[in-house]
């Protein structure tokens, strides 16, 4: 098993107010596994997924291990070098860095890797994302959809046990997203763990398996 989430609960502090935004939520994503957790905007599919990938406690309980470890466990360094490895992040909003071109934000993901073996499998994903023409380019002169095939080659670049897709077809073209919902169930297919959120139900239909979370509650 990759992923293993056990009754994890999410409270946030907000206008005076205490709003749980996950509720003992429990779940298991295992190698060749696309699982996609729906719902609607504000239900906690974003927290979810930041507790998920060590970016965000969940000091209300619960645990959370991805192949093997707990990341909350680890000190801060441990915590980033554990992320690096093991996880891969499809952000909805990209977060590419403006001023590298198209095949530098790829191998920003790989700092630790040797240079030459990076650098080749960043072209061959460019490649495989229909990006290797525009390697040279600037974020600010691509397309929306060009900007998440990047950062959907970034994610998958040290080949990491995880990927975590926040809404990575919300905003896209079908031509996009088909692109990149193809890239991710392809990677999941070859033996990795992909856990993708979405308030898209029609992509439910091409996952391995889809769970609903309402009020925090994963059903």
Do not use: W
Request: with cysteine; glycine share 8%; proline share 4%.
């Amino acid at each position: 098993m990759i992923l293993q989430v056990q009754r994890v609960s999410k409270t946030y502090r907000t206008a005076g107010k205490n709003v749980q935004a996950l509720k003992e939520a429990s779940l298991q994503v295992s190698a060749g596994e696309l699982l996609a957790v729906h719902g609607p905007s504000g239900c906690g599919k974003s927290t979810l997924l930041l507790c998920c990938g060590g970016l965000l406690g969940h000091d209300d309980g619960g645990q959370i291990t991805v192949d093997g470890l707990n990341p909350y466990s680890l000190d801060h360094r441990q915590r980033a070098a554990f992320r690096a490895e093991k996880v891969g992040f499809v952000f909805q909003q990209f977060h590419l860095i403006p001023y590298l071109d198209v095949l530098d934000n790829v191998l920003a993901a790989s700092i630790a890797r040797s240079p030459s073996a990076s650098r080749e499998r960043a072209m061959s994903l460019l490649e495989r994302v229909g990006m290797r023409d525009r390697m040279q380019h600037l974020p600010g002169e691509l397309s929306v959809g060009e900007r998440q095939r990047v950062a959907l080659a970034r994610a998958v670049l040290n080949d990491p046990p995880l990927i975590l897709a926040d809404e990575p077809t919300g905003n896209l073209d079908p031509e996009n997203a088909h692109v990149v919902f193809q890239t991710l169930r392809d990677y999941a297919e070859n033996g990795k763990a992909v856990l993708l959120v979405t308030h898209e139900r029609g992509l439910l239909s091409a996952v391995h398996r889809a769970l609903r979370l309402h009020r925090g509650r994963l059903e």
